[in-house]
C-alpha cells in the first residue's frame, strides 16, 4: 500500500476508525479506551464483564463525544469470539484497530500466586487459554474482518516487560497489592513471551495488506499497589516510578494511528527504562 497522507497532528486523528480493545474494562484497557475515543475512534470495549464493559462504553461515548459499544466476551471461546465480532461489524460497518489487551490471573488468585515448585496445571492452562489463546482467536477473527476489507488495518497486542526478560524478585519482598503478597509466576512470563512471538509472525503474514501488527510491552501501572512496591520498582527503574496508565494508552494511539505507518513487527517497551538496565 502507499504511504498515508497528511500530516503534522492530523497523523494521529482516529477519526473514521473504528477501534476493538479486548480488557477493555480494565486497568489499561480503560484508558486505551477513552484514548482512542478521544482521537476521534469509534470503540468497542470488550470484556468478560458484561455490565463494566457497558459501563466504561457508557461514560467515554458521554465524555469523548463518540460512538461505543460495550460487549462481553471470552477471549479463550470461539464462537464468542466470533459474536464479538460480528457485533462490531454490525455496529461500526467495519474494524481498522485492535488493541489485543485481555489477561487473566484465573479464577483464584491465591493459585495463580503458588511457587512455581507446587503451580497447578490446571491453573497454568487456565492462564494458557486466555493470555496466549486468547490472544491468538481474536488476532485470527478482527484480522479476517481486516482482510476482506482491503484497507488495511493496525493490530496491538500487549506482552509484559516480563516477556521479554526475568522478573526481578527482590521488588517483592514485603510488596502488596490491593492488600495481597504479590509476585511475578512463570505462567504469566511464558504467556506475555508469546505474545512477543505471535506478532511477529503476523506482522510479517499480513504485512502485504497492509495490516500492522506490533506488541505492546508496559512497564508497572500505578494501581494499588502498597508504597513498599511503589517505592521498589522505583529504585528498580531509571525514571524512578511507575506508569501511569495514560502514558500506556498514548502509546497504542501512536500504534494505531498513521503516524506510525512504517513500523511493524515492532516490540514497544514503555517501562520508563526499565528494560535498558
Same mark, same amino acid.
Given at each position: 500500500m502507499s504511504p498515508p497522507s497528511g500530516s503534522g497532528q492530523n497523523r494521529f486523528d482516529l477519526t473514521g476508525k473504528a477501534a476493538v480493545v479486548t480488557g477493555g474494562a480494565g486497568i489499561i484497557g480503560a484508558a486505551v479506551c477513552e484514548a482512542l475515543a478521544s482521537h476521534?475512534?469509534?470503540?468497542?470495549?470488550? %470484556?468478560?464483564?458484561?455490565?463494566?464493559?457497558v459501563k466504561t462504553a457508557?461514560?467515554?461515548?458521554?465524555?469523548?463525544?463518540?460512538?461505543?459499544?460495550g460487549i462481553a466476551c471470552d477471549v479463550s471461546n470461539p464462537a464468542s469470539v466470533a459474536e464479538m465480532t460480528a457485533a462490531v461489524i454490525d455496529r461500526f460497518g467495519a474494524i481498522h484497530i485492535l488493541h489485543n489487551n485481555a489477561a487473566t490471573k484465573g479464577a483464584k488468585? %491465591?493459585?495463580?500466586? !503458588?511457587?512455581?515448585?507446587?503451580?497447578?496445571? !490446571?491453573? *497454568?492452562?487456565?492462564?494458557?487459554?486466555?493470555?496466549?489463546?486468547?490472544?491468538?482467536?481474536?488476532?485470527?477473527?478482527?484480522?479476517?474482518?481486516?482482510v476482506e476489507q482491503g484497507a488495511g488495518g493496525s493490530i496491538v497486542q500487549t506482552a509484559?516487560?516480563?516477556?521479554?526478560?526475568?522478573? %526481578?524478585?527482590?521488588?517483592? !519482598?514485603?510488596?502488596?497489592?490491593?492488600?495481597?503478597?504479590?509476585?511475578?509466576?512463570?505462567?504469566?512470563?511464558?504467556?506475555?513471551?508469546?505474545?512477543?512471538?505471535?506478532?511477529?509472525?503476523?506482522?510479517?503474514? *499480513?504485512?502485504?495488506?497492509?495490516?500492522?501488527?506490533?506488541?505492546?510491552?508496559?512497564?508497572?501501572?500505578?494501581?494499588?499497589?502498597?508504597e513498599i512496591f511503589k517505592a521498589r520498582y522505583g529504585a528498580r527503574t531509571p525514571m524512578g516510578r511507575m506508569a501511569d496508565r495514560r502514558e500506556i494508552a498514548d502509546a497504542v494511539v501512536f500504534l494505531a494511528s498513521d503516524a506510525a505507518s512504517y513500523i511493524t513487527g515492532q516490540t514497544l517497551?514503555?517501562?520508563?527504562? *526499565?528494560?535498558?538496565?
Open positions: 476521534g475512534a469509534e470503540v468497542a470495549v470488550v %470484556d468478560i464483564d458484561a455490565a463494566a464493559a457508557g461514560s467515554i461515548a458521554e465524555a469523548c463525544g463518540t460512538r461505543t459499544l488468585l %491465591d493459585a495463580f500466586l !503458588e511457587p512455581f515448585e507446587t503451580f497447578s496445571p !490446571e491453573v *497454568w492452562r487456565e492462564v494458557m487459554a486466555v493470555n496466549i489463546d486468547g490472544m491468538f482467536l481474536v488476532a485470527q477473527a478482527v484480522g479476517r474482518r481486516m509484559s516487560i516480563y516477556g521479554i526478560q526475568g522478573p %526481578d524478585f527482590g521488588i517483592y !519482598e514485603g510488596s502488596a497489592y490491593l492488600g495481597r503478597p504479590i509476585t511475578t509466576p512463570a505462567v504469566y512470563s511464558a504467556s506475555k513471551a508469546a505474545v512477543v512471538g505471535l506478532s511477529r509472525y503476523l506482522a510479517t503474514y *499480513w504485512a502485504a495488506k497492509g495490516i500492522r501488527v506490533n506488541t505492546l510491552v508496559p512497564g508497572g501501572v500505578e494501581s494499588g499497589q502498597n517497551a514503555v517501562d520508563g527504562g *526499565w528494560t535498558a538496565w
